[in-house]
């Protein structure tokens, strides 16, 4: 039962332009939510986090909405770069239960010149 | 801040032996450190949490015989894949939460690649 999806295996945005990569999760249990950038053979790096009181927090050219009425929330990459191509991870906890994350499949993002 | 490391990055091992992998925050106490694996082109699946001090909590479906954590300090956890077996081979990355950062938040080592021949 995968809790946390990421319908979208991958998108491709040209630079500069914005890329917008969506999460949908089903528990509504989950309280706060986490997006992960992640390149091949290394561990995901922390970008930016929400917690479920707010519906929008940003941080330089990311920022992150939640819908929580709708169970989804989505990154926003603005201006895109090429650095930013990646493997971006949606995450999703629940207060009080020691962390534990429950990832999505990831979202592939190339962004061409 | 908030660098977690990981060694080896790399080992490859006969069936049937033991591999151990350690987990270390370098900048920050963590009081809680997670082992997570991951297959290719799949999410990362929690194995277990570790706080210190204390056992190891094991996701269901995890053999805790098999898989060794220990968790001796607030900046070191380790991994012990015990009796390795070609289905072992997978990509391990810990996790490491902060003791007075945020608390959802986990910093993630940079992995360590298992194969088991």
């Known amino acids: 039962d995968q809790q946390v999806k990421q319908n979208s295996p991958s998108l491709s945005v040209q630079e500069g332009r914005i890329s917008i990569l969506n999460c949908d999760y089903t528990?509504?249990?989950?309280?706060?939510f986490l997006w992960y950038k992640k390149y091949p053979a290394e561990g995901p790096t922390f970008l930016i986090s929400?917690?479920?009181?707010?519906d929008k927090n940003e941080d330089g050219r990311f920022t992150v909405f939640l819908n929580k009425s709708a169970k989804h929330l989505s990154l926003h990459i603005v201006p895109s770069q090429p650095g930013d191509s990646a493997v971006y991870f949606c995450a999703a906890s629940v207060s009080g239960t020691a962390s534990k994350l429950t990832f999505g499949t990831g979202t592939r993002l190339q962004v061409t010149l | 801040g908030a660098v977690v490391s990981q060694h080896p990055s790399r080992v490859i091992c006969k069936s049937g032996t033991s591999v151990k992998i350690e987990c270390r925050s370098l900048d920050f106490q963590a009081t809680t450190m997670f082992w997570y694996r991951q297959f290719p082109k799949q999410s990362l699946m929690l194995m277990a949490t570790s706080n210190e001090g204390s056992k190891a909590t094991y996701e269901q479906g995890v053999e805790k015989d098999k898989f060794l954590i220990n968790h001796a300090s607030l900046t070191l956890s380790t991994l012990t894949v015990t009796s390795a077996h070609p289905e072992d081979s997978s990509f391990y990355i810990c996790?490491?939460?902060?003791?007075?950062?945020?608390?959802?938040?986990?910093?993630f080592g940079p992995g360590t690649r298992l194969t088991v021949l």
């Open positions: 528990n509504s249990m989950f309280d706060y």
């Open positions: 929400i917690s479920s009181i707010k």
């Open positions: 996790s490491a939460r902060s003791a007075s950062g945020p608390t959802d938040t986990q910093y």
